[in-house]
């Protein structure tokens, strides 16, 4: 079975920082590329970043550029995001998710898990 | 304020057809990128639902269905199901390297 299992949400302060992970099972991992997309409480999906299938090339949202970094480990099938400086405003669900081979499209998604940045 | 403009709300009872729009602009529907279609059921994640303007993945029901016809795209629900109620994303690729979206529409089945 498909699956991306993403961890490592909770509470932080403000200009704190926070890593998620994201493990995947059931495909061939290293020959995707990944994304991770979030969701505030009550709006709408914002695409946060993505990285290629061997990680040596990264983009990011304008509004997370410098603060936030993406990374992988393709012999763990782990996804990474690591954010620094936290604003109130990354308070969100963290979703990581498959590219779809030959579309711009995302095929798969994980449960998602949430990001609190409150005082 | 999302890329891709969508309507923030729709309606219709059940057995009827509905349709959502999304609108974008010449960087990205405008510039010939396709659009792809999620939804997301109350309190779980994004489900793929149509992908690149009108291809189902399997096991999407066939009253779904996609279409784009330059620069206008829209999501079609026919036969509308209590099930169906949820919110509608359109997506998009952008030339500034980043993926779009619309704001969402949430479905009312009356």
């Known amino acids: 079975e498909v699956q991306l299992v993403e961890s490592g949400g909770g509470l932080v302060q403000p200009g704190g920082s926070l890593s998620l992970s994201c493990a995947v099972s059931?495909?061939?991992?290293?020959?995707?590329?990944m994304h991770w997309v979030r969701q505030a409480p009550g709006k709408g999906l914002v695409w946060v970043s993505r990285?290629?299938?061997?990680?040596?090339?990264?983009n990011y949202a304008d509004s997370v550029k410098g603060r936030f970094t993406i990374s992988r480990d393709n012999a763990k099938n782990t996804l990474y995001l690591q954010m620094n400086s936290l604003r109130a405003e990354d308070t969100a669900v963290y979703y990581c998710?498959?590219?779809?081979?030959?579309?711009?499209?995302?095929?798969?998604w994980g449960q998602g898990t949430m990001v609190t940045v409150s005082s | 304020q999302s890329v891709l403009t969508q309507p923030p709300s729709v309606s219709g009872a059940p057995g009827q057809r509905v349709t959502i729009s999304c609108t974008g602009s010449s960087s990205n529907i405008g510039a010939g990128y396709d659009v792809h279609w999620y939804q997301q059921l109350p309190g779980t994640a994004p489900k793929l639902l149509i992908y690149?303007?009108?291809n189902r993945p399997s096991g999407v029901p066939d009253r779904f269905s996609g279409s784009k016809s330059g620069t206008s795209v829209s999501l079609a629900i026919t036969g509308l199901q209590a099930e169906d109620e949820a919110d509608y994303y359109c997506q998009s690729y952008d030339s500034s390297l980043r993926r779009v979206f619309g704001g969402g529409t949430k479905l009312t089945v009356l």
């Open positions: 690149d303007n009108s």
């Open positions: 990285i290629n299938s061997d990680g040596s090339t990264t």
């Open positions: 998710a498959r590219g779809m081979s030959g579309s711009y499209a995302f095929d798969i």
């Open positions: 059931g495909f061939t991992f290293r020959t995707y590329w």
